[in-house]
């Protein structure tokens, strides 16, 4: 079979890569208007609205105040509502007063929720550095536990400091 005159391979590339770039460009149009007509921002994670609890203390009671946050939807909800509070208060926040009990130097180690709604936190040895006092330990407590509990289908919570339950948080 022979090609007809016309017919040339550079202008067969050519014409593919027109063909493709036309392609391409429609694609980009339509992924751009799917992703408009569904609300969705491209490259952002979704994220969801949830409460953690700071304090703000005064020389007779510590109370705990609910603050509003926006965390990543990716990450299993107890632990980036965790990660959320031990960011702790804003600038904004700690000018209203609020702040957070637990120590700087606590990280989350891992965080479970089990089918009845038992949440097992457990936090690095840094949760339990410099406290002292059995209302700032109490604080803390509270400040996570309520945290966890604010989440629909936790029911209660267990502590751990490196995987021990025993002694931890104690004045």
Do not use: H, N
């Not at 890569?17 to 149009?29: D, E, S, T």
């Not at 208060?89 to 130097?105: D, K, M």
């Not at 089990?114 to 509270?142: K, N, Y």
């Not at 996570?144 to 629909?152: K, R």
């Amino acid at each position: 079979m022979s090609r007809p005159r016309w017919f040339s391979w550079t202008s067969c590339r050519s014409y593919r890569r027109f063909v493709v770039r036309k392609l391409l460009a429609a694609g980009c149009v339509v992924m751009l208007v799917a992703v408009a007509a569904t609300g969705c921002r491209a490259g952002s994670p979704p994220q969801v609205d949830v409460k953690v609890f700071l304090v703000r203390a005064s020389s007779q009671e510590t109370e705990l105040v609910t603050v509003p946050r926006r965390v990543s939807a990716e990450l299993p909800l107890a632990e980036a509502v965790l990660r959320e509070l031990l960011k702790g208060p804003t600038a904004a926040e700690r000018r209203q007063g609020l702040a957070s009990l637990i120590p700087e130097g606590a990280a989350l180690r891992s965080v479970s929720v089990t089918e009845t709604g038992v949440a097992r936190a457990d936090f690095s040895e840094g949760l339990q550095q410099g406290i002292g006092g059995s209302m700032r330990v109490l604080g803390i407590r509270q400040q996570i536990e309520t945290t966890l509990m604010a989440i629909p289908g936790i029911t209660s919570v267990i502590l751990s400091v490196e995987g021990e339950t025993e002694g931890i948080l104690q004045p």
